[in-house]
């Protein structure tokens, strides 16, 4: 509602009304029909408590949207700020760079099959976005091989351990994550950005 957690500097700013601080005026029409269609979830969510009642709604629908948003969140968050990956500037950006702007991570053998290896093979998938998931997961060998020193993996010492201490190392991750990459820096000793501790 206020992009508390957003860029300082668009501090205010709702992602729900069209304002100067995160939209341009030909992004108004889509931000007001966005909030509209989240308006609409919102009132129907209320009507459903109000005939089946909120706790099957919440069951049903509230839930799993915390659980699925959880996840999406906590993956594009663990593997795209890491402190081991470089972003660029506009001169130095290529398409390849922003490939390999990601990291290979693992939740254990067991949450990565559920999640279709999005986390075990993130690489693969940002090198050939239309692979199947199947086909990114057989093509990481072979991605780490050839890009060599290129290839990003957070390579823990817990590869043992059971799928329940994986998971649960994965949200430690998160909130380590959190702690230490708030801001990116640009570097003057290569011209890049990465994410350190304010």
């Known amino acids: 509602m206020t992009n508390i957690t957003g860029a300082k500097k668009n501090l ?5 009304w069209p304002n100067q601080k995160l939209y341009t005026s030909e992004q108004t029409i889509k931000v007001l029909v966005s909030t509209l269609g989240v308006g609409t979830m919102v009132l129907t969510a209320i009507y459903m408590s109000c005939l089946v009642g909120v706790q099957t709604v ?9 659980v699925c948003n959880s996840y999406l969140v906590s993956i594009t968050f663990l593997q795209h700020t890491h402190v081991d990956v470089p972003h660029f500037d506009s001169e130095e950006f290529t398409w390849l760079r922003g490939a390999l702007s990601t990291v290979d991570r693992s939740m254990g053998s067991w949450f990565d099959a559920k999640l279709h290896h999005i986390v075990d093979s993130h690489v693969a998938h940002h090198m050939f976005s239309k692979m199947p998931f199947y086909g990114a997961k057989k093509a990481t060998p072979c991605v780490k091989k050839y890009l060599g020193v290129y290839y990003k993996h957070v390579d823990n010492a817990r590869l043992n351990c059971s799928n329940v201490e994986h998971w649960l190392t994965w949200w430690w991750d998160f909130v380590q994550g959190m702690v230490e990459a708030q ?10 950005y990465w994410f350190v501790k304010e």
Do not use: A, I, N, T
């Open 183 to 192: 801001s990116v820096v640009k570097s003057e000793e290569d011209g890049y």
């Open 12 to 16: 205010g700013g709702s992602h729900f």
């Open 58 to 66: 919440c069951v049903y629908f509230v839930l799993p949207l915390w």
